[in-house]
Each structure stands twice: as structure tokens, then as C-alpha cells.
């Protein structure tokens, strides 16, 4: 059996200028992130983040590698059966991609974010 993952979409936040006060205004687009696999956290991953962010982590993300995106308080779109936006948790951990077997070698944690439209 091969493991592999769904295609998610990350939110990608840029500058397209500045209002009449100076502050900027930016502009949101989407990618496709292929391949990445969506789980559970465990039990004391969720404590530890809610202790040191007040945040509730309700799936980590396994990055593939070579992924290139920023993954820092990122918008995440998830398909079925955990369609919703989600927001990333802190900065992602990441492992040496030539000492990792398997093609993911990144999580990050992401929490419901927004109310989602049915």
C-alpha cells in the first residue's frame, strides 16, 4: 500500500499597495499544495498547544518535501471531509529531508479559523 496524500490550498497574502494613510493594503490568492497528509493531533500535542498559545489545534499537516511555501499564520482551504478554512499554529517543525525516508519532512498544526459558507 502506498501513503499519499490530498491536494489543499494555501492562502497567499501580497502587497498590492497602500491606502490614503500609508498602511498596506494586500491582495489574497490561492495554490494547489499537493500530497499532504492530514491527521489527528495527539492528545498532549493539543494540551501543550493550547497551554503555550490558547490556541486548538484540530489536524497537523505533513508538508511534503521541497515545498516552498511560508506555512507562518497561513490560511489553509481543506477539501471534503474536512472541508473548512483553517489557520496555521505557530511555525511549522521541520526534519533533514535526506535523513527522512517517506516524502513528507515538515508539520504544522492549523486551527478552525472564520466561519466557513455551506
Not at 518535501?65 to 471534503?80: A, C, F, Q, R, S
Not at 521541520?94 to 513528507?104: D, N, Q, R, T
Amino acid at each position: 500500500m502506498i501513503i499519499s496524500g490530498i491536494t489543499i490550498q494555501i492562502v497567499i497574502k501580497a502587497e498590492a499597495g497602500t491606502d490614503e494613510f500609508g498602511a498596506p493594503i494586500y491582495e489574497e490568492t490561492t495554490e494547489d499544495v499537493e500530497n499532504v497528509l492530514v491527521g489527528e493531533p495527539s492528545t498532549d500535542d493539543r494540551t501543550e498547544t493550547f497551554n503555550l498559545t490558547g490556541k486548538y489545534a484540530a489536524y497537523t499537516l505533513a508538508i511534503p518535501k521541497g515545498d516552498t511555501h511560508d506555512w507562518v499564520n497561513t490560511k489553509v482551504i481543506l477539501p471534503e471531509p474536512f472541508k473548512g478554512t483553517y489557520r496555521t499554529i505557530g511555525y511549522p517543525t521541520a526534519g533533514i529531508e535526506a535523513m527522512i525516508p517517506l516524502s513528507w519532512n515538515k508539520k504544522v498544526q492549523v486551527e478552525r479559523y472564520g466561519e466557513d459558507e455551506d
